[in-house]
Structure formats: structure tokens, C-alpha cells
């Protein structure tokens, strides 16, 4: 059965601080690694990954895959309390499905 | 950026009554669109995939008689739940994938729904 499990499910820090969010999958006909942000409402996307050992960058988020360990992490840097959100990260096989893990809770306090 | 449109944002319904559910994608066309449910501190369950012109697959456990899924355009996809109850409350959030680019899906802002 395909799955995809993320740790930790929450994590509390204060402003300044850097995350490291992990994100493990098992996920036959496997072809990327999705990682969304979803605050009140629906998701919103952050990264596609599709190769192995390449970092994507955005602003103080980043992320990288490992298609060796099956394993993705995403860090983000001198975190805000606006970064305070539910990271998703989701497995996508070749029928464009998304395989959603339990998602990361992150709180940034002042 | 492409945008998907859900509607209606929030419906309360009495048990027994069937609430519909539209999925738009505004800007772009999407032959595949998805529906999600998502319960509270939980994780995003694809519940069906719907496809333009053809009938949806639905995910395992997942009832079609229950969960009405029509994808009669390339823009709208429609989920109804027929004879709610209590235990369908939950946020229901489809995603439109875009014609022009495969590897991409855009989430829509989610409808929540209560059945009382």
C-alpha cells in the first residue's frame, strides 16, 4: 500500500530559529515529490521534486530529495511567525494521483 | 497564477439532503480534476479522480453511489453528496490539473460541510 509519512507532526519554535521538516514515502510508479503549505484553507504549492540530490531554493524554504532513501526534507530558515502553517508533502505516481502525508503542524512564536 | 474556484465555501445541511459541490478551474482547462476530504488535524484523502467526458475512479472505501462525481466541461467538475449525514461533515477540497502543463495541480479554497 502506498504511503507517505512525515515527521515530526509538530514543532513549535520561535522566530529566528531554522526547521527541518522530513518527509518518508513508499509509493509504487513513484514520479515526484510534491511539498504544499496550507494555512485556513486549501494547499498551496512549494516544490516539485523529481531528481534525486538537486535542491530546490525559494526565498528561506528549501527542499531536496533522496530517491535512493526514498526520503525528502524541507527546511526553512530564520523562520516568521507567517511561516506558521500545516506542511503537506505528498508522493505523485504516474496516474497524477498525490499520496498525502499526515502533514507537519509548525508554530512560530515572536 | 491559475486559479480554482470552489463553491459554495461553507453549506449546513440537514441529514438526508444531497449538497452539491462545484469545482472551476478560471483560467485554464483541466481535463482531470481530484477530490479530496480532509478531516480536522488531518491529512489531504483523495477520495476520486474525475476525468472530462468519462466516469470518475474513485479511491477505495469510497461509495459512488454516495459521492456523485460529473465532469461535464472542461472547466467544471461537480461532487454531490447524496443523502448527507453527520459523518460526511468534513472539508472537501478539489484540484484541477492544467492541459497545457501535466505536472501541476492547483487546489482549490475548500467547501466545508456540516450535516446536522
Known amino acids: 500500500e502506498d504511503k507517505v509519512v512525515q515527521s515530526p507532526l509538530s514543532l513549535v519554535v520561535h522566530e529566528g530559529d531554522t526547521v527541518t521538516l522530513n518527509c518518508s514515502y513508499e509509493?509504487?510508479?513513484?514520479?515526484?515529490l510534491l511539498w504544499y503549505k496550507q494555512e485556513k484553507k486549501a494547499p498551496t504549492f512549494l516544490f516539485m521534486l523529481?531528481?534525486?540530490?538537486i535542491e530546490k531554493k525559494s526565498g528561506r524554504l528549501s527542499s531536496i530529495l533522496d530517491k535512493k532513501e526514498l526520503f525528502s526534507i524541507l527546511n526553512i530558515t530564520a523562520t516568521q511567525t507567517g511561516d506558521s502553517a500545516i506542511y503537506l508533502c505528498?508522493?505523485?505516481?504516474?496516474?497524477?494521483?498525490?499520496?498525502f502525508g499526515t502533514g507537519t503542524r509548525l508554530q512560530v512564536f515572536p | 497564477g491559475a486559479v480554482v474556484s470552489q463553491h459554495p465555501s461553507r453549506v449546513i445541511c440537514k441529514s438526508g439532503t444531497s449538497v452539491k459541490i462545484e469545482c472551476r478551474s478560471l483560467d485554464f482547462q483541466a481535463t482531470t480534476m481530484f477530490w479530496y476530504r480532509q478531516f480536522p488535524k488531518k491529512s489531504l484523502m483523495l477520495m476520486a479522480t474525475?476525468?472530462?467526458?468519462?466516469?470518475?475512479?474513485?479511491e477505495q472505501g469510497v461509495e459512488k453511489d454516495k459521492f456523485l462525481i460529473n465532469h461535464a466541461s472542461l472547466t467544471l467538475s461537480t461532487l454531490t453528496v447524496t443523502s448527507a449525514h453527520p459523518e460526511d461533515s468534513s472539508f472537501y477540497i478539489c484540484s484541477a490539473r492544467d492541459l497545457g502543463n501535466r505536472d501541476t495541480q492547483y487546489f482549490g479554497p475548500g467547501t466545508r460541510l456540516t450535516v446536522l
Open positions: 474525475s476525468n472530462e467526458g468519462s466516469k470518475a475512479t474513485y
Open positions: 509509493v509504487t510508479n513513484f514520479r515526484s
Open positions: 505528498a508522493g505523485r505516481v504516474n496516474t497524477d494521483k498525490l499520496i
Open positions: 523529481t531528481s534525486s540530490g
